[in-house]
């Protein structure tokens, strides 16, 4: 059966994909996950969306931080510390092994593709899991007075400042999708943008060489989630970047990002006022509940997300 393609950040669309999995066969789903947040930390490749995708979809994420591995323990970090490392960035045991393997098979010559098919396997992992790029794509933000920094860096070192006067995903722009990326999109049945950070998260995805005109081309339906719920996000710093690129915050100034993309828009039923003026954006909308407070939630709006998008068809 032709797949159900999602674009993925971290935490918003591993969530949302959990449901996407009890909702549809898992076999059929195919996931792109951004890698504009990858980086080196302690010599090991980070590949912090994939991994967040991965370490949901096999029911062994740590649920109260949302990303790292259910009872990692941190006896490296808290080692490399005494070392007199800086370890802002703070890798579990687990997490480290998952990002030490990327590295060596990097090192060996394999391409990011094929090691997160490999990671995503040995977690049991049905979805594909695909990285939008085997290039390197960091996402630098922009901050007042020239400062520019790494947007790992700026989330877990800064803690997500709120002077934001620029993204910069040149590097995403410059790269190419990674092998099966145009493919899947080609073959989809349904395009799901999940709800995940539209600047940092969808915006590096969409950035890459030719996806985006490999969504607009798309005879599927495309159906993009609100991240924002009440005027503001669930969590992150979604709101300090969509202000500091000048864009609203809220469902309807998310909507405008993805104009000429989406067919379809789930906005949350808090803000289903501004269903019209989405629509006015040349999109059909659907207000339900959007917040995915527990497993069942996700099931339920993947459910609705899916119905909506094959009444578009
Ligand atoms: P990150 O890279 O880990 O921050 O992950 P994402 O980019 O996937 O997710 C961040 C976005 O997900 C934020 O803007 C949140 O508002 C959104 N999000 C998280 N949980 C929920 C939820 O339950 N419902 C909705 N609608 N959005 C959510």
Not at 91 to 103: F, M, N, V, W, Y
Not at 114 to 129: K, Y
Not at 163 to 191: E, M, Q, W
């Given at each position: 059966m032709a797949p159900i393609v999602a674009l993925a950040g971290g935490v918003g669309a591993a969530r949302f994909l959990r449901g996407v999995v009890r909702a549809a066969s898992p076999d059929d789903v195919v996931v792109i996950v951004n890698t504009g947040d990858d980086r080196e930390f302690y010599g090991v490749h980070v590949s912090p969306d994939v991994d967040i995708v991965t370490y949901t979809l096999a029911g062994r994420v740590d649920s109260e931080r949302g990303y790292g591995l259910d009872g990692d323990g941190f006896a490296v970090i808290d080692a490399l510390a005494a070392l007199g490392h800086e370890t802002w960035f703070r890798l579990g045991d687990r997490d480290l092994a998952t990002a030490l393997h990327r590295t060596i098979r990097l090192r060996e010559g394999a391409g990011l593709a094929a090691i997160t098919d490999e990671i995503r396997r040995a977690f049991g992992v049905r979805p594909r899991i695909l990285p939008m790029s085997e290039d390197p794509c960091p996402t630098f933000v922009e901050l007042e007075g020239g400062r520019r920094v790494h947007f790992e860096e700026y989330l877990a070192r800064d803690g997500a400042p709120d002077d934001v006067r620029a993204v910069d995903l040149s590097a995403a722009r410059a790269a190419c999708p990674a092998p099966g990326v145009l493919d899947a999109l080609a073959a989809a049945r349904v395009v799901l943008v999940c709800p995940s950070n539209p600047i940092v998260s969808i915006g590096p995805i969409l950035a890459v060489g030719g996806?985006?005109?490999?969504?607009?081309?798309?005879?599927?339906?495309?159906?993009?989630?609100?991240?924002?719920?009440?005027?503001?996000?669930?969590?992150?710093?979604?709101?300090?970047?969509?202000?500091?690129?000048?864009?609203?915050?809220?469902?309807?100034?998310?909507?405008?990002?993805?104009?000429?993309?989406?067919?379809?828009?789930?906005?949350?039923?808090?803000?289903?006022?501004?269903?019209?003026?989405?629509?006015?954006?040349?999109?059909?909308?659907?207000?339900?509940?959007?917040?995915?407070?527990?497993?069942?939630?996700?099931?339920?709006?993947?459910?609705?997300?899916?119905?909506?998008?094959?009444?578009?068809?």
């Amino acid at each position: 059966m032709a797949p159900i393609v999602a674009l993925a950040g971290g935490v918003g669309a591993a969530r949302f994909l959990r449901g996407v999995v009890r909702a549809a066969s898992p076999d059929d789903v195919v996931v792109i996950v951004n890698t504009g947040d990858d980086r080196e930390f302690y010599g090991v490749h980070v590949s912090p969306d994939v991994d967040i995708v991965t370490y949901t979809l096999a029911g062994r994420v740590d649920s109260e931080r949302g990303y790292g591995l259910d009872g990692d323990g941190f006896a490296v970090i808290d080692a490399l510390a005494a070392l007199g490392h800086e370890t802002w960035f703070r890798l579990g045991d687990r997490d480290l092994a998952t990002a030490l393997h990327r590295t060596i098979r990097l090192r060996e010559g394999a391409g990011l593709a094929a090691i997160t098919d490999e990671i995503r396997r040995a977690f049991g992992v049905r979805p594909r899991i695909l990285p939008m790029s085997e290039d390197p794509c960091p996402t630098f933000v922009e901050l007042e007075g020239g400062r520019r920094v790494h947007f790992e860096e700026y989330l877990a070192r800064d803690g997500a400042p709120d002077d934001v006067r620029a993204v910069d995903l040149s590097a995403a722009r410059a790269a190419c999708p990674a092998p099966g990326v145009l493919d899947a999109l080609a073959a989809a049945r349904v395009v799901l943008v999940c709800p995940s950070n539209p600047i940092v998260s969808i915006g590096p995805i969409l950035a890459v060489g030719g996806v985006r005109d490999a969504v607009t081309a798309s005879h599927a339906p495309v159906v993009a989630i609100s991240p924002i719920i009440a005027g503001a996000p669930v969590k992150g710093p979604a709101d300090r970047l969509l202000r500091g690129v000048g864009i609203e915050v809220s469902a309807r100034g998310v909507a405008s990002l993805y104009r000429g993309v989406v067919r379809g828009f789930v906005v949350d039923s808090r803000d289903a006022d501004q269903a019209p003026a989405i629509e006015a954006l040349g999109m059909r909308t659907t207000s339900t509940d959007t917040w995915m407070r527990d497993p069942d939630a996700s099931t339920r709006l993947a459910g609705e997300v899916l119905d909506f998008a094959a009444s578009l068809g």
